[in-house]
């Protein structure tokens, strides 16, 4: 927590890492900005600050036509906690508000809608409906500036319940009226909206290091559902998957940094291919969950670099997120698959299942052909077709009737400590598959594997016990980031087993070589 004092300082410096933990509104001007605008700075006595923009844009204060404070990333705090306010901000960022209503997002909470509106306004500033308004405008000026859609229709896609709400909404917002916002950008490339193509940008903090979130998802694609290819640029790569959205269904690209391009750059570049433009914000939100967006690099990096195991891989790989998921059913179901199995032969499983109970794309997309199957059609599915064994499948068949029926949650509003416990009363299911699943499912910033095959390994890369018990005493040091020190020690594995590969090949090559 800061003061405003210190949010004053942030501003005045420009410091960039503040962008989307705050927002600061300067009376004399009734506009609210980033952290970082490179607008000449405001007395500190015309200076408010707010910890939204929907606080801000309820206060009277209009959006930065400058540094466009709507577009930064989530703050990081709601990638760590855990109570009723942290999890109702990542379920409206899911769009449930749009799609249910302040009544559905206080029922999948557990509260009544008038505690839910108390406690976010006193924390927030905002209540839910401002919340899911302030995102609304944003998924709006999107639409606006990067398709040719009609306004009309950018209204409904937006989740506006009406035209003059959205016309309303827009002028409060931004001071502009849709088509003058669309006008003045009228130079941007637009994506044909017939094929419901959105080209976008993903905002971050700090430092992010693509080739590991890269490496890591390119390990573990499902053939058919997803894919890593070259990228658009040389040096490149692209990952690419389908979606199963509220509304219909998607196909996702994000480009990941050239070696050459600065680790700080402060976006990826993004291409959304939607069935129903509706499913836009959910989409984005989750999409920013599977590359962790929103985390603070600085803040994770800067505690691991205390300890002397850990800051060496910190410093050599700045910016190290911890990669979440789009979608925490398939996400579940591949965990058990993984379970005393090499990553290798998880995937391939994963794709069997693909192939047989999956949903067909209407058309074939590169390498992309199928939506994962949900956990309804895997629990109805015959047994003697599940070619593993049978505890396995027991555990699998098991735990997607629980999620198909709703017996155990694993949504973004879910409480952590909840799912887990619903999760270990189920046959089959352990505490390996329930840490993994908090820390990709649930965005658990602080979980760590002591039993995990490439944890142990890592950790006698560096020289350390591999033992359970010694590992997880000493990941204590590591909190709140200690699912950032396991992706750090996996890849130190990763890169121990690289090399000693190398070393067996070398050496089997000198040795084929003539006396």
């Given at each position: ?13 420009r410091?960039a890492?503040?962008d ?5 509104a300067?009376?004399t001007t009734g ?9 000449t700075t ?6 408010s600050?707010?910890?939204?923009a929907?606080a ?7 959006a ?21 306010v942290?999890r ?16 559905g ?5 557990g ?9 976010l306004i006193?924390e ?8 899911a308004r ?26 506006f ?19 003058t916002l669309?006008?003045?950008h ?8 017939a ?12 430092a992010?290091?693509?080739d590991?979130l ?17 990228g ?7 990952y ?26 402060g ?13 836009l914000?959910?989409a ?5 969950a599977l590359?962790?967006l ?6 994770v ?9 850990l800051?060496p891989l910190?410093a050599?790989r700045?910016?190290l ?5 789009v ?7 591949r ?8 990553v290798?032969?998880?995937r391939?499983?994963?794709?069997r ?7 067909p ?15 309804a ?5 015959d047994?003697?077709?599940?070619k ?17 029926d ?20 189920l046959p089959?299911?352990?505490?390996w598959t ?11 910033p602080d ?9 142990r ?6 020289g350390?016990?591999g033992?359970p ?5 000493r ?7 200690r ?12 890169a ?9 090949r070398t ?9």
């Open positions: 927590m800061i003061d405003d004092e210190n949010r004053y300082r942030a501003v005045h410096s410091d890492r503040f989307g933990v705050f927002f600061t300067v009376r506009i609210y900005c980033r952290p970082s605008c490179p607008a405001p007395k500190r006595s015309n200076c600050f707010f910890p939204t929907a801000a844009q309820g206060a009277g204060y209009r930065c036509r400058r540094c466009r404070p709507d577009s930064v990333p989530g703050s990081p705090e709601w990638n760590h906690r855990a109570d009723l942290g109702a901000v990542r379920l409206i960022g899911d769009g449930v508000v749009d799609r249910e209503g302040v009544a997002l206080a029922d999948r909470l509260y009544s809608a008038r505690q839910l509106q108390r406690q006193a927030l500033g905002a209540g839910p409906l401002a919340l302030a995102q609304r405008a944003q998924t709006a000026r999107l639409l606006l500036q990067t398709t040719e859609l009609p306004v009309t229709e950018v209204a409904f896609a937006a989740g319940a009406s035209v003059r709400q959205f016309n309303d909404t827009i002028r409060e917002v931004y001071d502009r009226t849709p088509s669309r006008t003045e009228g130079g941007h490339r637009r994506s044909p909206v094929a419901g193509s959105l080209a976008l940008r993903l905002a971050y903090r700090g992010v290091d693509t590991h890269l490496d890591f998802l390119a390990l573990r694609a499902v053939p058919g559902v997803e894919e890593v290819v070259p658009p640029y040389p040096g490149t790569r692209t690419r998957r389908t979606l199963t959205l509220p509304y219909g269904h998607g196909i996702a690209e994000v480009d990941g940094l050239a070696p050459d391009d600065p680790r700080t750059r976006w990826l570049d993004c291409r959304l291919t939607l069935s129903d433009l509706r499913d914000t959910t984005v939100h989750r999409l920013r590359f962790d929103d985390a603070d690099p600085d803040a990096d800067g505690r691991l670099a205390t300890d002397p195991l800051a910190a050599a700045p910016g997120r911890s990669p979440g998921h979608d925490p059913h398939e996400l579940a179901v965990a058990v698959l993984g379970q005393q199995i090499t290798a032969a998880a391939t499983l994963a794709g299942l693909a192939e047989a109970y999956g949903t794309l209407p058309a074939a997309d590169g390498g992309l052909r199928l939506l994962f199957p949900t956990a059609a895997l629990a109805a599915a047994p003697e077709h599940l593993m064994p049978q505890s396995r499948r027991r555990a699998l068949l098991g735990m997607c009737a629980a999620l198909a709703g017996t155990v949650r694993l949504d973004p509003g879910v409480d952590r400590e909840q799912a887990a416990a619903d999760l270990l009363a089959g299911i352990g505490p329930v840490g993994y699943l908090r820390m990709r499912a649930l965005a658990d979980v760590f594997l002591p039993t995990d095959i490439g944890v390994d890592g950790l006698r890369s560096l350390e016990s033992d018990r010694s590992a997880a005493e990941s204590a040091a590591w909190a709140p980031w699912s950032y020190a396991l992706h750090h020690l996996w890849s130190a594995a990763g121990h087993h690289a090399n000693r590969a190398a070393k067996a050496t089997r090559d000198t040795r084929k070589e003539p006396a």
